[in-house]
C-alpha cells in the first residue's frame, strides 16, 4: 500500500515569489493535515481537512496561506508571496477517520523549502 | 492551551543501553498520547499510541507509559542498537486530530 505521498520533496524560492506543495494522503483516508516544522522543533498543525470541509484551520497565516482539497482526495498548499521565514518543512498527514481514541495519522516525507 | 515537553533534548548512549526518554504534558484532557520517530530527511513514522484509558502499550524492544494525573509519559528503549538513531517525538491528541508535538529527543545510539 502506498503511503502519503507529497512534491515537491526540496523547494528553492527567492522571497516574495509563490510556491505551491502536493499531498495525496493514503487511499481511504478521510481526514488530511498540514504541519509546519521548523528546524529543531517539533511539527505544528496548519490545517485539518474532513473530506473536503477544513474544520481547523486556526493556525494557518491566512493573509498569506492557502489550501485546497476540492475532491477530498488530494490537497494543495501555497504560500503567496514567501517570507524568510516561512523557510521549513511541510509535512502533510493523513487518517482515516476523525482521529479518535485509536487513531493514528500516517505521515509523509515533507517539502523542505527554502526562501531566499 | 496544552504544552508538551521532551526531556532531554539529545542522548548519546552506547549500543546495547536501555534508554528512557521523557514526556511532560501540561492539560491532561486528552484523547491518546503518540510516540513517533523521525528520521534525518524524513516523515513521521507512528511507533506506539496510548489511548487516554490506557496506562502502557508494548512493540518489540518499545515500551511506553502514560500517567494522565502526573502529565507524563516515557518511552523505554530496551538493549538499544545504532538503528534506533533518530528524533523521538512525543505528541498529545487533545481534541479529536489535532496533535500537539514536543519539540523531540535527539537520540544517538554509537556502536
Known amino acids: 500500500e502506498a503511503g502519503v505521498v507529497q512534491s515537491p520533496r526540496y523547494k528553492i524560492i527567492e522571497k516574495k515569489q509563490p510556491v505551491a506543495f502536493w499531498c495525496n494522503p493514503i487511499?481511504?483516508?478521510?481526514?488530511l493535515y498540514w504541519y509546519l516544522q521548523n528546524l529543531g522543533q517539533g511539527p505544528e498543525l496548519l490545517i485539518r481537512?474532513?473530506?473536503?470541509?477544513?474544520v481547523d484551520d486556526s493556525q494557518l497565516p491566512k493573509d498569506r496561506f492557502s489550501a485546497e482539497r476540492l475532491k477530498g482526495v488530494d490537497s494543495t498548499l501555497k504560500i503567496q508571496p514567501a517570507e524568510l521565514g516561512d523557510s521549513a518543512v511541510y509535512l502533510c498527514?493523513?487518517?482515516w477517520g476523525a482521529g479518535g481514541y485509536q487513531e493514528t495519522q500516517y505521515f509523509g516525507p515533507g517539502t523542505r523549502l527554502l526562501v531566499l | 492551551k496544552q504544552e508538551v515537553t521532551q526531556i532531554p533534548a539529545a542522548l548519546s548512549v552506547p549500543e546495547g543501553e536501555n534508554l528512557v526518554l521523557n514526556c511532560s504534558f501540561t492539560d491532561s484532557a486528552i484523547y491518546n498520547l503518540q510516540w513517533f520517530r523521525q528520521d534525518p530527511g524524513k516523515g513521521l513514522t507512528s511507533l506506539l499510541l496510548?489511548?487516554?484509558?490506557?496506562r502502557e502499550q508494548t512493540s518489540g524492544r518499545l515500551n511506553a507509559s502514560l500517567d494522565k494525573s502526573s502529565g507524563r509519559s516515557t518511552l523505554y528503549i530496551a538493549a538499544s542498537q545504532p538503528g534506533d538513531s533518530a528524533t523521538y517525538l512525543c505528541a498529545v491528541n487533545a481534541q479529536g486530530g489535532k496533535l500537539i508535538f514536543g519539540q523531540g529527543t535527539e537520540l544517538s545510539v554509537k556502536p
Open positions: 487511499s481511504g483516508h478521510n481526514t
Open positions: 498527514a493523513s487518517s
Open positions: 496510548i489511548q487516554s484509558s490506557q
Open positions: 481537512y474532513e473530506n473536503e470541509e477544513a
